[in-house]
């Protein structure tokens, strides 16, 4: 088996539901960054690249089709270079990343461009064709934003339920308390605050030509647990404890990886920042989704020959406060190695993107500060979790 390495990382800003964003396509978004990070690897010739694997959650409107096929074409790369799209919702550029890390280690592939995009904005609503022709009342549009639609009647009720509810339930099972919830959440926005000021962002996020946004439009650096504690809860008006605060929003965005064997390093011109060095997936009861991480990275770690005690930094995307802390609890590690330069929750969540997003961000932290062992990881709609483990070989 040949070693596959991240040699690079870029993302769009995230931008606000209707927000900096929102006028520009989801398969713009997308051929940005595959574009870029190509052009960012000084040896890096459009035909050396071997295949694009991109991860979509809805694909529903612009980026219908292939959305990794159309951002190719649109990026300018040669026609030769196959695309294809992977949907494991919340997961799905995480997903990429792993199967493009399986085609190098079999000796498949020596570059891939992996990454992912999601357009929340612009996602359509459906109109579903009814059964029977000619239908004489009214129909009802379903929204492809976020969460389920159009449901199979045969899926129990138990597993349907919103994913705000789902976290609900979760926090009541592994007893999360709301102060804990904002003060992670508020915690998030000061350290993505500090990260973008300190200028640790600035070679992993660039502009997208024709907009006007250069950081992520979903941070409020001054959020507090007070001013937090004071927003209502969104999913339970008597008993609940989720609210807008303390859980991702609606984004845009995208992001990518270049990803490489060992020689590929003289092709792209670049050392690569960490090696993919153990991978995970779980899955649990849908109506617990946010706790599959925690088996995910678990098995992660095994593959990878390591336990937590190795790791020194996580990237856990933070769809909810609470499942986040459940996982972080669940581990037994040390909460402040966990999203240093802050997470979803005041970065943004566009949901196809995310999964690189962390990859990215844990690659260039690792790097950064000279650990050696990180851990992402990301929990999926309808009870799933994704973990990948990096090695920076350079690192303590």
């Not at 870029?10 to 900096?20: L, Q």
């Not at 990429?96 to 592939?109: F, K, P, T, V, Y």
């Not at 593959?303 to 986040?324: C, H, K, M, P, Y």
């Not at 690189?356 to 844990?362: A, C, D, Q, S």
Request: charged share 20%.
């Amino acid at each position: 088996m040949h070693p596959a390495y991240v040699y690079d990382a870029v993302r769009t800003p995230f931008g606000k539901y209707g927000g900096g964003l929102s006028g520009t396509r989801p398969d713009d978004l997308a051929a940005f960054v595959v574009r870029r990070i190509v052009e960012r690897a000084p040896g890096l010739a459009g035909e050396s690249v071997d295949e694009v694997f991109l991860g979509n959650a809805n694909g529903a409107g612009e980026e219908n089709r292939n959305v990794a096929r159309m951002a190719t074409l649109l990026a300018g790369l040669p026609e030769s270079v196959p695309g294809t799209t992977i949907n494991r919702l919340c997961g799905s550029s995480l997903d990429a990343a792993i199967q493009a890390s399986r085609a190098i280690s079999l000796g498949e592939a020596d570059v891939v461009v992996t990454g992912g995009v999601e357009s929340m904005s612009r996602a359509p609503w459906v109109l579903p064709k009814t059964s029977k022709p000619f239908p004489a009342g009214d129909l009802n549009l379903a929204s492809t934003t976020l969460g389920w639609r159009l449901v199979n009647p045969e899926m129990k009720d138990r597993w349907t339920v919103s994913l705000g509810e789902a976290t609900e339930r979760l926090a009541e099972k592994y007893g999360v308390r709301r102060e804990a919830m904002d003060e992670f959440s508020a915690r998030s926005h000061r350290l993505a605050a500090e990260a973008w000021s300190s200028g640790f962002y600035d070679d992993l996020v660039e502009q997208v030509p024709g907009t006007d946004l250069e950081r992520d439009e979903s941070m409020r650096p001054d959020s507090t647990p007070e001013t937090l504690a004071g927003l209502r809860t969104v999913f339970r008006k008597d008993n609940g404890q989720v609210t807008a605060g303390n859980s991702s929003p609606l984004n845009d965005g995208a992001s990518a990886a270049l990803l490489g064997s060992e020689k590929a390093a003289e092709t792209v011109g670049l050392d690569p920042l960490a090696r993919l060095a153990g991978r995970g997936v779980a899955a649990n009861e849908p109506q617990y989704f946010g706790y599959a991480p925690v088996e995910a990275a678990n098995r992660a770690l095994e593959r990878a020959g390591i336990t937590w005690d190795d790791v020194g930094t996580v990237e856990l995307n933070e769809a909810f406060a609470a499942q986040s802390l459940a996982c972080i609890d669940a581990w037994g590690i040390d909460p402040e190695i966990v999203n240093p330069h802050g997470g979803a929750i005041a970065i943004g969540h566009p949901l196809g993107a995310s999964g690189t997003r962390i990859l990215g961000t844990l690659a260039r932290s690792m790097k950064a500060s000279g650990t050696r062992w990180g851990v992402a990881a990301i929990c999926i709609g309808v009870g799933q979790g994704l973990a990948v483990v990096l090695e920076n070989e350079e690192g303590r």
